[in-house]
């Protein structure tokens, strides 16, 4: 017997002016995930998702629509983070007027990311 437990709900918005999907915990209603018109008229186009994904009541299906926009969603800040990552080795790697073998230098960013994600794993971005 395969018994699942879903705290997280979507909130979908599609067929108005200004469409937008969130992901939210039913137990606080703390935002998950959150996807603007111009993100999900790209995923649509790319086939990632459909709206036919938002119209299912099996419980399989919506468990799979979730695990889909949390994973795009943790890739977009990973390709961000790698980003900024190769962005700010560049200025330091030019800055810096030393032997170029000597400046490889590792670089923290403190800035903390704008993304909302995986909240109830105690995971971030940052």
């Not at 437990?5 to 137990?27: G, M, R, T, V, Y």
């Not at 190769?86 to 590792?106: A, D, G, Y």
Request: glycine share 2%.
């Amino acid at each position: 017997m395969k018994l699942v437990s879903l705290n997280i709900q979507i909130n979908a918005w599609l067929d108005c002016s200004h469409p937008f999907i969130s992901l939210h915990n039913k137990n606080d209603g703390d935002l998950m995930a959150y996807f603007n018109s111009e993100k999900i008229n790209s995923l649509i186009d790319d086939g990632e998702i459909t709206v036919e994904d938002f119209q299912s009541n099996s419980m399989d299906s919506q468990i799979e629509t979730i695990t889909t926009l949390l994973s795009i969603k943790q890739q977009d800040a990973i390709f961000r983070r790698l980003q900024d990552t190769r962005f700010t080795f560049k200025l330091r790697e030019k800055s810096t007027k030393t032997h170029p073998k000597s400046n490889v230098q590792s670089i923290k960013n403190n800035k903390s990311s704008e993304d909302i994600l995986f909240p109830f794993l105690g995971l971030s971005t940052a």
